[in-house]
C-alpha cells in the first residue's frame, strides 16, 4: 500500500470565473475525504448553507476571508451577512492560518470582501460529494457572463446542499487605470 505525495503546483485544478478549484486528495485516490485548495476571487460570496450529512473543513493558507459556522438566532433569505447566533457570534474576519469545521447540518458560508483573492485547503467528507460539485459549477459559471442562481440552487440540491441565500459573484469593476476595485 501506498500514500499520495502532491508537490505544490500540482493535482487537477478547474478553472472558472468565480473560483480555481486543485483536486489534491480524492476517492479515485482512496480516500474517503476529498482535499481542494480553492482560490477565492474578490467579490465571492458562497451564500449560507447547510449539509445534511456531509462534514467540512476551511484553513486559510493566504489572504482574507470572512466565515461563519453556527444556526443564527433568525435566517434571512438574502443574505447571512449580519446573522448572530444565540450566543452573539457574528462572522468571523479570518486571515491566514484560521480555520473552520462545520459539522453536518450546520449552517456555514465563506465570503471575500478584499481586493485580493484568498486561498483556501477545503476537505470534505465524505467523497467523492464535493468532486462532482466542483465538476458540475464549473459548466454552470462557464455558461454566460453572470451566475445563473436557479442553475446553481438545482445544482446543488443533488449535492446534499440545502441553500438558505444565494450564491453571489460579483467581482470587482475596474477603475480607469484598469486596477480592480472593491
Same mark, same amino acid.
Given at each position: 500500500m501506498s500514500g499520495l505525495i502532491v508537490p505544490p503546483g500540482h493535482g487537477r485544478t478547474l478553472v472558472t470565473k468565480a473560483q480555481d478549484v486543485t483536486f489534491k486528495v480524492?476517492?479515485?485516490?482512496?480516500?474517503?475525504?476529498?482535499?481542494?485548495?480553492v482560490v477565492v476571487p474578490p467579490g465571492f460570496d458562497v451564500g449560507a448553507h447547510t449539509?445534511?450529512?456531509? %462534514?467540512?473543513?476551511f484553513?486559510?493558507?493566504?489572504?482574507e476571508l470572512e466565515l461563519f459556522a453556527f444556526e443564527p438566532v433568525e435566517r434571512t433569505r438574502d443574505t447571512w451577512h449580519d446573522w448572530e447566533s444565540p450566543s452573539g457570534d457574528r462572522a468571523f474576519r479570518a486571515v491566514t492560518g484560521s480555520c473552520m469545521f462545520v459539522p453536518p447540518g450546520t449552517p456555514h458560508a465563506f465570503r471575500n470582501r478584499t481586493d485580493e483573492?484568498?486561498?483556501?485547503?477545503f476537505q470534505s467528507s465524505p467523497s467523492p460529494d464535493h468532486e462532482r460539485y466542483f465538476e458540475e459549477?464549473?459548466?454552470i459559471f462557464a455558461a454566460?457572463?453572470?451566475?445563473?442562481?436557479?442553475?446553481?440552487?438545482?445544482?446543488?440540491?443533488?449535492?446534499?446542499? %440545502? %441553500?438558505?441565500?444565494?450564491?453571489?459573484?460579483t467581482p470587482p469593476?475596474?477603475?480607469?487605470?484598469?486596477?480592480?476595485?472593491?
Open positions: 480524492t476517492a479515485a485516490d482512496g480516500s474517503s475525504s476529498s482535499v481542494f485548495e449539509h445534511s450529512h456531509s %462534514q467540512e473543513f484553513y486559510i493558507l493566504e489572504g483573492p484568498a486561498r483556501m485547503l459549477i464549473v459548466e454566460g457572463r453572470s451566475v445563473d442562481s436557479e442553475a446553481v440552487e438545482r445544482m446543488r440540491e443533488r449535492h446534499d446542499v %440545502q %441553500q438558505i441565500t444565494p450564491l453571489r459573484y469593476a475596474p477603475d480607469p487605470a484598469g486596477r480592480a476595485t472593491a
